[in-house]
């Protein structure tokens, strides 16, 4: 071999380096697009930074386009940054935000852990920080304003039940869940063992992570049905876009999705309704992404200094196959 | 001294399929003795089904990734664009479909023309710009995703049409088509390398660049050709994995997918700093990673856990291919032969 240890160990470390400088310039510049809107009248314009975790879902989009929407309405100048699906990146763009001296800060968090240090940056700056969507865990919760968020395990509880209506309380069931260690994947879980716990005859024979996605969703699904098809009854995903995977799966192992297997998942986005409407899919637990008017009411609560619950909670609906035609056209995601 | 079976294993030791073989051939055992199902074979419409079956068919993308990555690493270079080159594919094939309702014919021509100029712009950074491969295809990777997401607003799309559906899920002769697709482009790559001089040129530019040159080869066409190869096998994998899922989600699809066609390749004995490859040993690379993945899944691993016994398997089978280690044991092999007779 010519080249030697040291040569490739230079190269990686070149890498290493120039991945950094190139992370930290991604997430101050080439993918934040700034939205400016017309200020109106003569008073200071508000700055906010909003760090959203990617677009990997049509319901993270609707709360992207809600934000930004709203943004737009109040005049308010929004600094987004997408940080296509790696926590490195919304840390990057959050410690940008306060380089460039934002009013306040929107996160939707990747996970629960390891903002400490970084919110501790922001409050070291006097910048409010509202929590979108998914909740964190940290010692001293005066390191955000407050977070606004659907209660995810009370859906987990909701598509139990409704499952348990559904099945007369019996059935085997796969679960999908989300990314490892996200808020909605662990409360959803959680929501969903306490809701069929009074049904001795519900039991998760399998369950795996799809990541939210529905490649990942239609790949674990064929891999579980395999080995489990003679007895699975029903899917349980985290999210739709899993559970349209799954569909997919039952459909290529020559069972009827929706009849042979009852599929039901959480969030309520548009593609669901319509799966619903081909009658694929049973039920979607609402999970509101419109979540912009809300945030923005908080910013600005924060910013005038009034006392914040730590906790908005946000109304879920539960649709199923008979409601879910009428709804469909009211579906903006 | 050594008599004919040793230096038959002591060659076997040396080649650099046999520890990915190996790794594989273990994880069947395992599966054979704890999960007997695994190998179960069914047919339904005269189609194959099966757990064996699922795991290449699933495994097929990463492969015709590798297939590409194995000769770009041979150069001594490396391709990290291929995952956003899949989503730019993806999102622009799923947007022309839906929107102008291009058919089939158009959307494979969309597909290979857009790896081809994706292709031609890392090849002239690295070849004639003289960027280090991994900044070149860094800088692409980071821009295709980019334009991936503004091709569809970042919305997922739906996929309708029925070729693209066919290449994912499709059946030939009672085999998921993918196969069939996969031994086609492995063929080609083998063949121009073993029949022609492509693969002594690939293999000498990776050793040694400016001697390269200096014997007359045109290092920088065949530097051209490896990006241009590696991203139109980006193409066909983005129109498998959509035709399977029938869905493009522009921020996921190909994600980490540049992270297991270098791992894939890395485990099937090629090394990273270019000169002498293995096309057959990245392909056994990439089953490797699928069987064990859906071993894991199917011994119900917590998804939380499963990426550790992962990294080991991957950990093990590199230290392995390590040459010292190996003629290390190569040694402890021999000798203890000779003591035994």
Known sequence: MKHTATTSSLRWTAFAILAAAITTF????????????NSQGGGKKLTVGFSQVGAESDWRVAETKSIKDEA??????????DAEGKVENQLTAIRSFIAQGVDAIILAPKVETGWEPVLKEAKAAKI??????????????????????????????LAAEWLAKKTGG?????????????????????????????????????????DFETGK???????????????????????DNMALGAIEAIKAAGKKPGQDI?????????????????????CTVECNPLLGPAAFDAVEKALKGDKLDKKTIVQDRVFDQSSAAAELPNRKY | MNSAPSTFVSRFLQSRIVWPLAGLALLLLFNFVFDRSFFELSTRDGNLYGPMVSVIRLSVKVMLLATGMTLVIATGGVDLSVGSVMAVVGALVAFLAEKYHVGFPGLLAVALGASLVVGVFNGALVSYVGIQPIVATLIVMVLGRGVALNITGGMPVPIEDTGVLYLGRGFIAGVPVQIPLLLTVFAIAALACRKTAIGLFVEAVGDNETASRLSGVNARGIKLLVYLFSASCAALAALVSIGDVGRVEPDRLGQMLE???????????????????TLLGSIIGALLIQTLTTTLTRQGMPSDVSPVPKALVILIVCLLQSQKLRSQLVRLFTSSKTHAS
């Open chain 1, 26 to 37: 991604t997430g101050c510049d080439k993918k934040s697009d700034t939205q400016s809107a």
């Open chain 1, 72 to 81: 737009a309405k109040r005049g308010v100048e929004l600094k987004f940054n």
């Open chain 1, 128 to 157: 409010p920080v509202i929590l979108v969507d998914r909740g964190i865990s940290v010692s001293d919760d005066s390191l955000f304003a407050t977070l606004i968020a659907s209660d995810f395990v009370a859906e987990g509880k």
């Open chain 1, 170 to 210: 019996k059935a085997k069931i796969i679960e999908l869940e989300g990314s490892p260690g996200a808020a909605p994947a662990i409360d959803r879980k959680k929501g969903f063992a306490a809701g069929i716990a009074a049904f001795p005859e519900m039991k998760i024979i399998a369950a795996q992570s799809g």
């Open chain 1, 217 to 239: 969703g239609k790949e674990v699904t064929e891999t579980l049905l395999q080995q489990h098809g003679k007895d699975v009854t029903a899917i349980y995903a985290h999210n």
């Open chain 1, 262 to 282: 009852i599929v039901l998942s959480i969030d309520g986005v548009k593609s669901a309704f319509q799966a619903m409407v081909k009658g694929e899919l049973n």
């Open chain 2, 259 to 277: 992270l297991d066609a270098i791992t894939a390749v890395v485990v099937g004995g090629t090394v990273l700093t270019g000169g002498r490859f």
